[in-house]
């Protein structure tokens, strides 16, 4: 029998689609442990590695945009486009942008960049953060700007209390 891609006995740290979004799944067991407790969010961005986004958007069927593509959009002002990092920096590629990490600074994966909404909190995702914090997980909001509000990353790796946590979870579930 084949395991789910989400399962807790699988590898932390490889890039999974979570609601088709490409994220690691060390990242996706902590939102997941959040949701089977009542959490309510839509996860829209994650991994925007060019070679991430092509090879995603031809297994899945999606139409993601990678960083450059972004950065071009918010640079010329156009509508819808929030702010982005250059194509060689940000928290989306692993590459530390001064904020988050030193300046061009190879990122760790558990820190890679989730962009996030709470239910009812457009481009907010306040509400779901603390909720990790609260259960254990070290997270938080890098950009203190507004347009930035629904940005994440992770302090350290969820691996050990997402996985502590989603097994009690499947436990109990029984």
């Known amino acids: 029998m084949a395991r789910s891609p989400l399962s807790i006995l699988s590898p932390a740290y490889h890039i999974v689609n979570y609601y088709d979004v490409p994220i690691y799944r060390a990242q996706a067991w902590a939102l997941l442990d959040a949701r089977y407790h009542g959490q309510k969010f839509r996860v829209s961005s994650g991994d925007r590695r060019r070679s991430t986004i092509s090879s995603f958007n031809r297994k899945y069927g999606t139409n993601l945009h990678d960083q450059q593509y972004l950065y071009e959009g918010f640079a010329k002002g156009l509508p819808g486009f929030l702010p982005?990092?250059?194509?060689?920096?940000?928290?989306?590629?692993?590459?530390?942008?001064?904020?988050?990490?030193?300046?061009?600074?190879?990122?760790?994966?558990?820190?890679?960049?989730?962009?996030?909404?709470?239910?009812?909190?457009?481009?907010?995702?306040?509400?779901?953060?603390?909720w990790l914090n609260r259960s254990g997980y070290d997270v938080y909001r890098p950009y203190p700007t507004t347009s930035?509000?629904?940005?994440?990353?992770?302090?350290r790796?969820?691996?050990?209390?997402?996985r502590k946590r989603l097994a009690n979870y499947y436990r109990t579930k029984r």
């Open 84 to 130: 982005a990092n250059p194509p060689n920096r940000g928290t989306h590629l692993l590459i530390g942008d001064g904020v988050v990490g030193r300046l061009y600074e190879k990122l760790q994966p558990f820190q890679l960049g989730i962009d996030v909404e709470s239910a009812g909190r457009p481009n907010d995702c306040g509400p779901l953060v603390d």
């Open 157 to 162: 790796s969820p691996v050990a209390n997402a």
């Open 148 to 155: 930035e509000a629904h940005h994440m990353c992770f302090r």
